[in-house]
């Protein structure tokens, strides 16, 4: 996996040029018309000499069935968007205090199917690093990196099976503990359409 650390982000913009697969939490003839846009931000960073990606845990809240649990900075598609890629950096900006004017967006990944009736568009973009981040303590408990090689690494990742209500059992990408936090679900399920398409 030491290959991806040596792909340059104009590869990167090339490989994106192909697009991923579209992806489900659930088999996609459950995926219908009523699932609402949303676009997520997928930020490369150089650290340590080798690309991370950026993630966030989200603030615990009662009433958030996704609070504590690691995503990408994102949220769905508001009237005032010009397209999902204002919507994913204007989620960041609002939940990290990322500025749309240090994100260099490197293309797209095919939309993602969530769970929560969300047609998800992730936004992937090179950020400086160091950064100055701020996150709103209301929506964002920690921001961390993972790296590339740590995250492609297939020892790092399984799949489990969970069941839906009156649904058949469905697939659940989980990955092993990193840095205290766990990444599972769309978030992973994304993380690994990014990788599969890298590494082609």
């Not at 690309?51 to 900075?73: N, P, S």
């Not at 293309?107 to 936004?123: D, E, F, K, M, W």
């Amino acid at each position: 996996m030491v290959g991806l650390n040596r792909l340059s982000s104009e590869q990167i913009r090339q490989c994106l040029v192909r697009k991923s697969g579209v992806t489900h939490d659930i088999p996609d003839q459950w995926a219908d018309a009523e699932c609402q846009k949303a676009a997520v931000l997928i930020p490369f960073v150089q650290h340590t000499d080798q690309w991370h990606l950026l993630y966030i845990r989200r603030a615990q809240h009662e009433m958030d069935q996704h609070g504590g649990q690691v995503a990408f900075a994102g949220g769905k598609f508001e009237a005032g968007d010009e397209d999902l890629k204002t919507t994913a950096l204007r989620e960041a900006h609002e939940e990290i205090g990322l500025h749309p004017q240090d994100v260099s967006i490197l293309g797209t990944l095919n939309h993602h199917h969530s769970i929560s009736r969300y047609q998800i568009t992730p936004v992937v973009a090179q950020i400086p690093w160091p950064c100055q981040l701020r996150p709103d303590a209301l929506e964002v408990a920690r921001i961390f990196t993972i790296p590339l090689s740590w995250l492609a690494d297939p020892q790092n990742h399984r799949i489990e099976y969970r069941e839906l209500k009156n649904r058949q059992a469905f697939p659940v990408v989980y990955f092993d503990e990193y840095d205290g936090e766990i990444l599972w679900g769309a978030t992973a399920r994304m993380t690994l359409s990014l990788i599969s398409l890298l590494s082609r």
